[in-house]
């Protein structure tokens, strides 16, 4: 998991596996998940529903619930301060741990409507990021609200402070909400489908807004989503996620352009042709079915679903990874692939 | 106002689980309710009380050793007597017995009291023969279920009360009047609620309106003042079966909110649905369109409701009885046992006559565990 | 948030009328009315009279008028605290009444303090730690809490009291106090005398608490928004005391109303059993000795105290709620 930018890593994430306890048994969610980010440079996370996006993201933070956790791997984080962790040892709970969340990392969630508690004010909820990690007073936490507030683009921002969620549209929301993520400089900001949930005007809105705001703050983006569209709009790199492991990362030309592995081929002819823009371009069926992660197949979990799967061999062994730096495949035609 | 009406909650990892055919699917609403019930230990423990309580209102005569009007003048304000295996130099014995008593007067207080005559054992047997009785209300009989076998012997298992009646045997008794005011109440309670919220529920608009408004009266008026208040206001000459009969239906006369509430609110939610639309484009009346099609769409529903309204209608009961505004001898419910224990005097010298009580409360926790249970079975969202 | 407000006072209004309106038909339901009760009282004094006098008696407290007038001046007269003659007592039922309503909503209110004390600190913990020993010994005394008839409970501590303590637990004063000024020692007899009653008429009431804080905070864990705060880098404990314990009171303080319904009902029969100077023994009487003035002005009160309560917990409600303030 060597460089790949030219940018110092902001995260840098080595074999990350997360499994599922139940009963005894443990399920793997996801399988080695490696990647790194650097300062400034937006990574897209992509793959299809109940790849283990999600469940990569939160375990970022430690914020895995439930019987879920992370069995092994590597987090290290070096924030833009210089402070340097390896997030994966550090424990769900405990100082260390939150004083990285909200201040070093930011999250935004899928659903601005249900992102904020709905009997605290906007402005109250922002403030007390900045009162857990900093020591400010309150009226120094408001002005610092409020100047984020601004930042996102919603008009009135001292006016907002004292409003409550559901007085606020969704868009306007998934901007306080950025606020919120914002407000404590963090050096890495993990965005679960921030625009899912929003119409596509909207969309097009706060996608704009958190392109401004990256090269403003130089912060690094882990953006995961659904849509390629939005992929090609916003990312620097992109990684390719399918049932719990990354299959193929490159950079948005490498992968659009030269698609190497046969799933990333795959989701890239479900999407409607250049040209056909009005579409959401949301990934199609391919055909087939996500596995069930309770009975993965074997070898290479693609294998029942690939075109050029070799028989027996892709159902017998897990595939080696080819490649270097910034560009990797996991599949066994990877090799004449890349090298194409 | 309404607190569930909030931001709406996502269980956002639970949407994409792959879906598996199994049992459940291919069961009926009912088969699936039970398969849930039965998984639920408490109400399983609810339903085997119940069952005990069900064989004590049947076989009343049967279980009891005595005759609930039968004294013992040999024993007044007598404590319970164990029967015991173990005699006092430690030796097992059997079959097993009680300690003989003999009757000494305090020099200084001149009070009765029972102290143990080790010279006597009285022997405790299965199945002897007592009073006669009709098993059932038919079957003429004289086997008891226990009691004592040695002549002049006798074994008061609660102890007895101040008139020397056996506490045991009234007990026994006493849950069909406790019961049945619960089980009239409820059926009565059920009627009420089912039509009231019925007709609230199928016409809507105005109609609705009002029992709302009714509903929420009578809710938040305190209960217990105003039963106390109908109750003392029957005529004391009433017989017995007539003071029975009106505390039921005073008791049930507050209670039906509930079960309305459920009715109007599940027929205001299945009235859109289709099966209901296309009974009523097949020309079906509006009481048969309730009555067949909505009612047992949401039955499950009621019978928690019921199973909930129950215990309610029996502490309420008991609580009248035990104030004396409820039921009055000869009627025997567990409240009107509890009515001898009023004084704090009575119970120092008797604490058992608190007896009852416990029976109460096991019979109000077994429903309340049936009610958890029915409600989780009932409840589509659980597992 | 007026809005909201104004129409709950004009609802609280309505009800009362209506209350007023129940408590006058009881009042009137019972058989006979003040002026036969007036007439065997003292021909069992041995005097004489006659029916010319009844009528008499009968037209000077108008109760040859219809009914919808004598309500209204009952109401009338209620409106100004009297609610006419006790005949038990042979005093104005107003008098009587206000010598024993400041002990009752003493009790009530503390009782009320007690239930909310004791439950939502159970009931959280319950929830966080579910399936803990904590949380099934919680759900076991929830069950016997909601099972246990008051009257019962009160007579077994008192029987416990007796036979362990040595000492009484009815009235509310020692006797060296009863009939003492008001004085600090006399607040911490009292205080002491209060804990009995205030168990007995809050276990249920707690007992229901406990759960509904529990289920109404368990309901709040899984929400998307605790997430997100946990994400800003909350501690657990002010995540769950900002949050979800924050919100569940929500639900819970919405009960409050119900919560005194459920106390004020208790009250008489706990009165009675442990023989507290409120207004417990005192409604248990009239109704009793058919007193139906008395009787009927303590129904009224009774459901005064709810009403007016559940007016109180939807103020609360708004102060805790924005949403409703929106309407
Ligand atoms: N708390 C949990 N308990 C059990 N399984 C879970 C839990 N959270 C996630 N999973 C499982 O982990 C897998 C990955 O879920 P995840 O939410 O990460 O998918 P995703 O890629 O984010 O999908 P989507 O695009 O729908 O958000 C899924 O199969 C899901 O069932
Ligand atoms: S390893 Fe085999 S099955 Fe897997 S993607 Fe490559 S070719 Fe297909
Ligand atoms: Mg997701």
Redesign the interface.
């Known amino acids: 998991m060597s460089m790949s930018t030219d940018h110092p890593h902001v995260i840098d994430v080595s074999n990350l596996s997360i499994s599922l306890k139940n009963d005894n048994n443990s399920i793997a969610i996801t399988r080695d998940v490696s990647f790194s980010i650097g300062r400034g440079e937006v990574l897209a996370l992509v793959g299809e ?2 790849s283990g996006k ?2 990569t993201a939160l375990a970022l ?1 430690q ?1 895995l ?1 439930g019987n879920l956790s992370i069995s092994s791997g590597q987090i290290v984080l070096t924030a833009i301060d210089g402070y340097s962790a390896d997030i994966a040892k550090l424990g769900r ?1 405990g ?1 260390q741990i ?6 070093r990392m ?2 935004i ?3 601005p ?9 906007i402005g109250a ?1 922002i403030a ?2 900045v009162t ?2 900093e020591d400010v007073g309150r009226k120094e936490a408001r002005r610092r609200s409020a100047e984020l507030l601004a930042k996102v683009g919603i008009p009135d921002p001292v006016g907002a402070l004292d409003r ?1 969620p ?2 606020f549209s969704g868009g306007m929301r998934q901007r306080a ?1 950025i606020a ?2 914002l407000v404590c400089g963090p050096s890495l900001l993990i965005a679960d489908e921030p625009t899912t949930a929003l119409d596509v005007t909207i969309q097009g809105q706060i996608l704009d807004l958190l392109s401004k705001l990256k090269d403003e703050l130089g912060m690094a983006i882990l953006f995961i989503t659904h849509d390629l569209g939005i992929v090609a709009q916003m990312a620097d790199r992109v990684a390719i996620m399918y049932a719990g492991s990354i299959v193929e990362t490159g950079s948005v030309r490498e992968i659009f352009r030269r698609p190497s592995h046969p799933y990333t081929r795959a989701l890239l002819e479900a999407v409607p042709r250049l040209g056909d823009i009005d579409e959401r371009r949301r990934i199609n069926p391919i055909a087939g079915s ?1 596995p ?1 992660l ?1 009975e993965p197949p074997s070898g290479c979990r693609f294998h029942p679903r690939c075109p050029v799967a070799v028989h027996p061999r892709c159902s017998l062994e897990r595939p080696p990874t080819f490649g270097s730096g910034g560009r990797l495949v996991e599949c066994i035609h990877g090799e004449a692939e890349l090298a194409r | 106002m309404d607190a569930s009406a ?5 269980r ?2 639970l ?2 689980r ?1 879906p598996k055919i199994r049992r459940h699917d291919l069961a009926s609403q009912w088969q699936l309710m039970w398969w849930k019930f039965r998984r639920h230990t408490l109400a399983m423990i609810g339903m085997v009380l119940l069952g005990l309580f069900a064989a004590m209102v049947i076989f009343a005569e049967f279980i009891s050793p005595y005759p609930p009007f039968e004294r013992n003048p040999a024993y007044v304000a007598g404590a319970p007597q164990i029967p015991s295996v173990i005699d006092e130099n430690g030796n097992f014995r059997w079959p097993p017995f009680v300690q003989g008593l003999k009757a000494e007067r305090d020099k200084k207080t001149l009070r009765l009291n029972y102290v143990p005559d080790p010279s006597v054992k009285w022997d405790v047997g299965m199945f002897v023969k007592g009073e006669p009785y009709r098993l059932l209300g038919f079957i003429p009989t004289d086997i008891k279920l226990f009691g004592v076998t040695t002549e002049g012997g006798f074994m008061h298992l609660f102890g007895t009360d101040f008139t020397g009646l056996d506490l045991f045997s009234r007990t026994i008794h006493a849950a069909r009047a406790s019961l049945g005011v619960g089980f009239v109440g409820v059926v009565i309670s059920f009627i009420l609620g089912a039509a009231i919220g019925g007709v609230a529920g199928y016409f809507g608009g105005w109609v609705d309106n009002i029992v709302m408004r009714l509903i929420e009266f009578i809710r938040s008026i305190p209960t217990l003042p105003i039963w106390l208040a109908l109750a003392a206001m029957l005529p004391r000459d009433w017989s017995p079966l007539a003071t029975y009969i009106a505390i039921t239906v005073i008791l049930s006369l507050l209670g039906w909110t509930w079960l309305a509430r459920t009715v109007r609110s599940k027929l205001l939610a299945t009235r859109q649905e289709d099966f209901v639309l296309a009974a009523r484009l097949s020309g079906c009346s509006d009481t048969r369109i309730i009555v067949r099609h909505m009612l047992p769409s949401f039955m499950s529903y009621l019978i928690v409701d019921a199973s909930i309204a129950f215990p309610e209608i029996l502490l309420a009961e008991t609580s009248l009885s035990f104030l004396g505004l409820g039921l009055r001898e000869p009627v025997e419910s567990w409240g009107v046992l509890l009515f001898a224990a009023q004084s704090i005097r009575s119970i120092d010298q008797a604490p058992w006559l608190m007896i009852p009580g416990v029976f109460v409360i096991i019979a109000v926790l077994a429903f309340n565990f049936l009610g958890d249970g029915l409600r989780d079975a009932a409840d589509p969202y659980t597992r | 948030m007026t809005r909201f407000l104004m129409r709950r006072l004009a609802y609280t209004l309505a009800t009362l009328l209506l209350v007023s309106l129940v408590s006058f038909i009881i009042i009137q339901a019972a058989p006979g009315d003040f002026a036969e009760i007036y007439a065997a009282k003292k021909a069992d004094a041995g005097a004489v009279i006659s029916a010319a006098q009844i009528a008499e008696v009968r037209r000077e407290l108008g109760l040859d008028q219809p009914w919808y007038v004598q309500y209204g001046t009952w109401l009338a007269n209620a409106a100004r605290g009297d609610f006419g003659q006790s005949w038990t007592w042979r005093r104005p039922v107003g008098a009587v009444i206000a010598e024993r309503l400041p002990l009752t909503l003493a009790i009530a209110f503390a009782t009320l303090v007690f239930m909310y004390v004791v439950s939502i600190p159970i009931g959280v913990y319950s929830a966080v730690r579910r399936y803990s020993f904590g949380d099934h010994a919680a759900s076991l005394i929830g069950y016997l809490g909601l099972a246990i008839p008051n009257f019962l409970l009160a007579l077994v501590l008192m029987y416990l009291s007796q036979r362990y303590f040595g000492q009484s637990v009815g009235g509310l004063f020692s006797p060296q106090y009863s009939l003492a000024p008001w004085s600090w020692e006399k607040l911490q007899d009292l205080l002491q005398h209060l804990i009995v009653p205030v168990i007995v008429l809050g276990t249920s009431g707690t007992a229901f608490l406990i759960r509904a804080m529990r289920a109404a905070v368990l309901d709040e864990l899984d ?3 605790v ?10 404990m ?1 995540l769950l005391l ?2 979800p314990v ?2 569940a009171l ?1 639900p819970i303080a919405s009960t409050l109303g119900w919560r005194l319904t459920y106390v004020i009902s208790g009250a008489p029969i706990v009165g009675v059993v442990l023989s507290l100077p409120d207004m417990g023994p005192l409604f248990l009487n009239s109704l009793l000795n058919q007193d139906m003035q008395l009787a009927g002005a303590l129904i009224f009160l009774y459901c005064a105290l709810t009403i007016i309560g559940t007016f109180l917990s939807d103020v609360l409600l708004v102060a ?4 409703i303030r ?1 309407e």
């Open positions: 529903s109940g999600s469940v933070m914020l619930g709970n100082r939150e004083a990285i969340r909200g201040a930011g999250m969630f899928q659903e409507m249900s992102s904020f508690s709905p009997v605290h004010t909820q007390e990021v857990v990690h409550y559901y007085e909400m919120r993520a996500m069930n309770f | 909030q931001a709406p909650r996502r956002w990892w949407f994409r792959q | 929400r998307m928004y997430l997100s705060a946990k994400a800003s880098g909350l501690s657990p002010q900002r949050y924050r919100i929500v805790l709620d924005p949403r929106l």
